[in-house]
T-cell receptor, first 119, second 114 residues
Framework: DVKVTQSSRYLVKRTGEKVFLECVQDMDHENMFWYRQDPGLGLRLIYFSYDVKMKEKGDIPEGYSVSREKKERFSLILESASTNQTSMYLC??????????????????FGPGTRLTVL | GQNIDQPTEMTATEGAIVQINCTYQTSGFNGLFWYQQHAGEAPTFLSYNVLDGLEEKGRFSSFLSRSKGYSYLLLKELQMKDSASYLCAVRSWPFTGGGNKLTFGTGTQLKVEL
């Protein structure tokens, strides 16, 4: 089974702090994604990466950066946290895998999420 | 750009059938996914359509009409545990670099009642 883990389930930070959210997948997937999920707005893509050291902006990259130094790990960084970044953050990965799941290598597998509160 | 519409909420009775609709407008359409998300949990993959027609998978089926920009998820023999949010996601390409991008709808919150 695909496993995507995130470093924290719940996190509380103060305005202006630098925040690191870590995501690790164990399926050797090429693609990794960071989303935020807010009521009424659904899942919105922040950044994604299709290879080590590669990154692409998603739909709402402002205020965020990412790092992918190793294939299995994708980090989301809030350089200076603000209250409007209070949200649920979800990491996902996709790529060829041993299981021939319908949808193929574009099926995204999600981590459990990190609920971040910025005070 | 992408535009995906789903009803916000639906209520159905245990044992019944419910259909959750999704309409989309997108360039470079290359497939549609359905995910289930229980409260406080991660979305999990349910089904995928890339060609027109019905894909059946146990109690769940998904239908796609590319010409109409329309899909639905059909849930049969509803159970209480089916109470969840159902997310429609459209895959589009081309995509810079590798892989394909998914754009998610806001989700339909389904409540199953006795």
């Amino acid at each position: 089974d695909v496993k995507v883990t995130q470093s924290s389930r719940y996190l509380v930070k103060r305005t202006g702090e630098k925040v690191f959210l870590e995501c690790v997948q164990d399926m050797d997937h090429e693609n990794m994604f960071w989303y935020r999920q807010d009521p009424g707005l659904g899942l919105r893509l922040i950044y994604f990466s299709y290879d080590v050291k590669m990154k692409e902006k998603g739909d709402i990259p402002e205020g965020y950066s990412v790092s992918r130094e190793k294939k299995e790990r994708f980090s989301l960084i809030l350089e200076s946290a603000s209250t409007n970044q209070t949200s649920m953050y979800l990491c996902a990965s996709s790529g060829p895998s041993k299981s021939s799941l319908a949808g193929g290598e574009d099926t995204q597998y999600f981590g459990p999420g990190t609920r971040l509160t910025v005070l | 750009g992408q535009n995906i519409d789903q009803p916000t909420e639906m209520t159905a009775t245990e044992g019944a059938i419910v259909q959750i609709n999704c309409t989309y407008q997108t360039s470079g359409f290359n497939g549609l996914f359905w995910y289930q998300q229980h409260a406080g949990e991660a979305p999990t993959f349910l089904s995928y359509n890339v060609l027109d027609g019905l894909e059946e998978k146990g109690r769940f089926s998904s239908f796609l009409s590319r010409s109409k920009g329309y899909s639905y998820l059909l849930l049969k023999e509803l159970q209480m545990k089916d109470s969840a949010s159902y997310l429609c996601a459209v895959r589009s390409w081309p995509f810079t670099g590798g892989g394909n991008k998914l754009t998610f709808g806001t989700g339909t919150q389904l409540k199953v009642e006795l």
